[in-house]
């Protein structure tokens, strides 16, 4: 009786090259009474033609997955942003006690719309902390988000937000806000304030900042990843993995270090051409080498684990607990990621050290930045470009008036006006950084003329923020209109705005 011969292995299997190399069959052929395959080495372009004996035929992976039901809705749970997560479940919690004290034991999904319209109105009337205090308006806005977002999820079939049937809820947070206000409510004194130059210059004396010691090498790496990439708190610096930042040389010889951006808080993922157009960069300070963030680079790379280095390991890694008795040559760092509270408070454990008593925290860095590159008149799409926020309104939430400007507003405001006033006047054009440059002049027989270009500083000019651009006032001399006919008068058109 004659052996079954199998069919030949279809084209485009993998196969293993005696139980080393790897392959993919491109055709087979038995026209010598054994299966003959041609093989494309992998890697390469490279074909060999091989019998099956010397062959081992590997599983074809699965190009669709079994996904069970309950799958799907995990999937998306654990998607969902975790702070959006924890502060929704905390609201509802609020919510379920609240209707607990008044009897009720229904679920907000299982009662009328017109119910909880009336539940909701006297909720947000009579909420107070557990400590008898009042809420800030911004927490009563949250609450509301809270719901909505929990009854959406859930298909109520109406939004505390848009729908008719929740009009009065609204009206009547709203008229609560309005109340907070006026008891003094709702003015963030509590927020935290952008550090300056004085006290991060602090950070570096006290050895918060440099290269001395395993922690100072991570309190740097967050600070410069912040400042110069734009990252936000602790979330974004704990997804960043070793292979998002690349060391490279540009053509004039200058090293660079270059970020790929992962998930933020501005970009989820859902829309896949919702991407930075500029990969932020960080280069070297070759005036400045203690100081050069490639230096730093350099140094945390040689100093972690050789093994622990693949583009998908985490960037930041845990220190050894004895940091004082470590040798230059001894490995500083653990094959472990860092602890996401470590990275929450980082700012505050380095301002604590340094002995800065002023509010600070992990949102001082970025708000740092921020700040910074607007004094500098630097645009703010070119900021944007950094920070990786959306739109401009978010750039002029974080930047503000800083303490020398405050003290030339004061002395201008405080002086009358003369030759001291003017001075002070002139003290604060100058910190604004509005350079007037002369960059053309001309002169002929019957007229003279200079080009004066004005960089940033419009708002002296014009009413309202102007973002980037540049101005160009021609100055003619005032013999070039004697003898002329008087001009006639031209209506003006208003400048284009979108402000209100």
Request: aromatic content about 8%; charged content about 25%; hydrophobic content about 30%.
């Amino acid at each position: 009786m004659a052996t079954m011969r199998h069919l030949p292995w279809p084209t485009g299997s993998l196969v293993e090259i005696d139980g080393s190399g790897l392959g993919k069959i491109m055709s087979s052929d038995m026209s010598t009474g054994d299966f003959m395959y041609e093989v494309e080495i992998d890697g390469t372009d490279f074909r060999v033609t091989l019998p099956e004996h010397r062959l081992t035929l590997l599983p074809m992976k699965k190009r669709f997955q079994n996904v069970d039901e309950s799958e799907i809705d995990n999937f998306v749970h654990n998607q969902t942003n975790k702070n959006t997560l924890s502060k929704t479940m905390y609201d509802l919690k609020l919510l379920r006690n609240y209707l607990s004290s008044i009897g009720e034991q229904r679920s907000i999904e299982q009662i009328p719309v017109g119910e909880l319209s009336q539940i909701l109105c006297k909720f947000f009337l009579g909420i107070r902390k557990s400590d008898g205090s009042i809420y800030e308006p911004s927490s009563l806005r949250c609450f509301m988000s809270s719901f909505d977002r929990h009854l959406k999820k859930l298909d109520y079939g109406f939004s505390l937000v848009t729908s008719d049937e929740f009009r009065k809820v609204r009206e009547v947070l709203q008229a609560k806000q309005r109340d907070l206000k006026k008891q003094g409510k709702g003015n963030k004194e509590n927020k935290a304030s952008a550090i300056n130059d004085e006290e991060i210059e602090k950070l570096w004396e006290s050895c918060q900042l440099g290269d001395k010691t395993p922690e100072s090498i991570i309190n740097t790496l967050w600070f410069y990843n912040t400042v110069y990439f734009g990252l936000r708190g602790s979330d974004e610096h704990r997804s960043m993995q070793w292979g998002d930042v690349k060391l490279n040389r540009d053509s004039s010889g200058v090293e660079f270090l270059e970020f790929t951006e992962r998930q933020t808080k501005t970009r989820q993922g859902e829309n896949p051409k919702d991407i930075r157009e500029v990969k932020p960069k960080m280069c070297s300070n070759s005036e400045n080498a203690n100081r050069c963030p490639v230096e730093v680079y350099k140094t945390y790379a040689a100093k972690r684990p050789k093994d622990y280095c693949n583009a998908e390991d985490p960037f930041y890694v845990a220190t050894h607990t004895v940091q004082s008795s470590m040798k230059s040559n001894a490995q500083w760092f653990k094959r472990q990621p860092i602890g996401v509270n470590k990275l929450s408070s980082t700012m505050k454990r380095m301002t604590s050290i340094a002995g800065i008593e002023k509010k600070l925290t992990n949102q001082s860095a970025r708000k740092h930045l921020v700040q910074k590159l607007s004094e500098n008149n630097v645009p703010a799409n070119q900021i944007m470009q950094i920070t990786g926020h959306r739109n401009i309104q978010s750039i002029n939430n974080y930047s503000h008036i800083n303490e020398t400007q405050h003290k030339a507003i004061s002395k201008i405001l405080s002086t009358p006006s003369s030759s001291a006033g003017s001075a002070a006047s002139s003290i604060y054009l100058a910190q604004q950084n509005n350079h007037i440059q002369n960059t053309a002049a001309s002169t002929t027989s019957s007229t003279s003329s200079s080009c004066v270009t004005i960089h940033g500083g419009l708002n002296t000019l014009i009413s309202g923020n102007v973002y980037g651009g540049s101005i160009t006032v021609n100055v003619m001399s005032s013999t070039q209109n004697c003898g002329s006919p008087p001009m006639k008068k031209r209506r003006i058109l208003p400048i284009d705005s979108d402000r209100e």
